[in-house]
């Protein structure tokens, strides 16, 4: 049976459900786990999977189908129980707009007591899913990298957020693979091959993990190569060859159902019957375990070196330029007409703009100069998002925070009279908002995801902000983070918690270094001789560890807006 609510709330499909239950005697006493499938383009596809995947394990199927930019704000509801679910109880959730800020909430009232959690991405894979707000509650979290638009970005991307209960269907795929390739290997003598070589189809991360895998198991470099001529039009693996002293082990595929294998001495063949597997087997397998797949983790790592040096994040980009005026008003004015005129380049690319908003003395010059700058430059509001760099994790309306300093001097205008939409206004959580200061991060890095902020993430050659504007303290430290602070060392993630900040309050969210360094334009804005020091500082060799003003660069453009003061080096 197939319910459906519109403009519902999470008690009421709750009530829905228990109704449905006791009429169709359901019972949830089977039930072994909850599957949350966050879907963004076909709903059916990956339902059907799990519906599937339910006859060997029962669940509850949680769907979240998310419409972030729609034109109104409101949750719709379809809950199928019996015949219609298979053996789970299903339940789509249609979140529109603003109640994408609360999905976790949402899904929490929805959960199943005292059983394990499984989230998956079908695709668009968040940059780091243990740090997703659904991911976080979740003892396992699968990813699809080759349902991505780009397939090994994801893939490098998912090793630099990998935590221990990351899984990826690009891993499962090879389950079989992987089982013959040992068993061939194993046939007496079993030797270390001289040569190993991959052939797949190019950008598939099936391939990349195979050859991984092989080169982490047997210590010995892998050839990766293009499909041989007439080799079947088939994605993933078209063979692998470990070449011994003895002779030559090869397995290759000849259709989606079997694989010929020859071994040292037998150049006949042997064939074995391995069809290609479908995405519910791939998700069933995937729910036999719930505890972590360690050996992905060492196979991703060992595949993506990673990066231990922010310094990496900014270089190779297009060195830094000076825009000196006489004082702080001079450099706000200046700062805000560039600005805009990047954002209508922008949009004369693209439907939307991005900018990163900052705080302090001129970051909140710059804010309030921004709406005669934007009018000028013919800016559409309404297709400009604003977002910042960092907050204070302090009470929502307190003068600390940077988004209170900005308020009636750039939002209140832009929203009445410029057409900015209240919901592209993207403000760091508080603690009213009843998440810890790590769930409040996590929540801000989601909102990044659910834009296309993850696309960038830990990449170079792209960008997902227009503008980043940034404040420079006189200790050298940009957004919140502060020199020599082991809050920088996070990069894991697009935002996150800061503690025992050295300068209060103690507590902050920031963006992380891949995050910060995936601006097209970045503009630093410093006013006073106080800040001198930190200025030619920066203006040195890239040392976040301890110059964090020094590492921010922008891939078209990194400008310093400076004032005669701080533009003085001092002796």
Same mark, same amino acid.
């Given at each position: ?49 799990? %519906? ?341 994790? %302090? ?177």
């Amino acid at each position: 049976m197939i319910t459906t609510l519109t403009d519902t709330t999470a008690s009421t499909i709750n009530k829905q459900m228990i109704e449905m239950r006791e009429t169709f005697g359901e019972n949830t006493i089977g039930r072994v786990l909850t599957l949350i499938i966050i879907a963004t383009g076909d709903v059916e596809k990956p339902l059907e999977a799990a %519906v599937a995947a339910s006859h060997e394990h029962p669940a509850r199927v949680i769907v979240v189908d998310a419409e972030p930019e729609a034109a109104s704000s409101g949750l719709d509801a379809e809950i199928r129980v019996g015949r219609d679910a298979g053996a789970a109880e299903v339940v789509i959730l249609r979140a529109r707009g603003d109640v994408l800020s609360s999905l976790d909430t949402l899904v929490m009232a929805l959960l199943l007591p005292d059983a394990p959690i499984v989230t998956w991405w079908p695709e668009n894979a968040p940059s780091s899913p243990v740090h997703d707000v659904l991911g976080s509650m979740s003892q396992r979290r699968i990813t699809d990298a080759a349902a991505c638009a780009d397939p090994l970005g994801t893939l490098k991307r998912l090793r630099r957020g990998y935590a221990s209960g990351d899984s990826d269907l690009a891993w499962s795929r090879l389950t079989r693979w992987r089982g013959l390739v040992a068993s061939a290997y194993e046939v007496p003598p079993v030797a270390v091959p001289q040569q190993i070589q991959v052939s797949g189809t190019a950008d598939n991360p099936s391939v990349t993990l195979m050859a991984g895998w092989l080169q982490h198991a047997l210590g010995v470099d892998v050839e990766v190569l293009p499909p041989r001529e007439g080799a079947p039009d088939c994605a993933g693996v078209h063979s692998v060859r470990l070449v011994r002293e003895d002779g030559t082990i090869e397995l290759s595929r000849v259709d989606d159902d079997s694989i010929i294998m020859k071994l040292p001495g037998d150049d006949t063949g042997q064939h074995v019957t391995m069809p290609r597997r479908t995405l519910p087997e791939l998700v069933t397998e995937e729910l036999r375990r719930l505890d972590p797949d360690e050996v992905y983790g060492e196979v991703l790592a060992s595949t993506y070196s990673s990066i231990g040096d922010a310094a990496t994040f900014a270089t190779g980009k297009p060195a830094p330029q000076d825009v000196v005026g006489p004082d702080a008003d001079a450099v706000a004015a200046a700062a805000a007409s560039a600005t805009a005129a990047q954002l209508a380049a922008a949009l004369a690319e693209r439907p939307q703009a991005h900018l990163v908003l900052t705080g302090g003395t001129v970051g909140t010059r710059t804010a309030a100069a921004l709406p005669e700058a934007l009018l000028a430059a013919g800016v559409d509001c309404s297709r400009l998002h604003l977002w910042w760099g960092d907050e204070r994790y %302090v009470d929502p309306d307190s003068a600390e925070r940077n988004e209170v300093g900005v308020r009636e001097s750039l939002l209140a205008p832009l929203q009445s009279t410029a057409g900015l939409p209240a919901r592209h206004v993207h403000v760091m959580p508080s603690p009213a908002d009843g998440m810890s200061l790590d769930d409040a991060a996590a929540w801000y890095g989601q909102q990044l995801d659910q834009m296309g902020g993850d696309e960038p993430f830990s990449t170079r050659g792209q960008a997902f902000f227009d503008v980043l504007l940034l404040g420079v303290g006189p200790d050298g430290h940009i957004a919140s983070l502060f020199p020599q602070h082991p809050g920088q060392r996070r990069v894991s993630t697009s935002a996150a918690g800061v503690t025992d900040s050295p300068k209060p309050p103690s507590e902050r969210i920031s963006l992380t270094w891949p995050v910060l360094n995936s601006a097209r334009h970045v503009a630093l804005l410093v006013a006073g001789a106080e800040k001198a020091g930190a200025v030619r500082d920066a203006h040195g060799q890239i040392d976040p560890w301890r110059v964090p003003a020094s590492s921010v660069r922008g891939l078209e453009s990194t400008t310093w807006y400076l004032d005669e003061a701080a533009a003085q080096i001092p002796s």
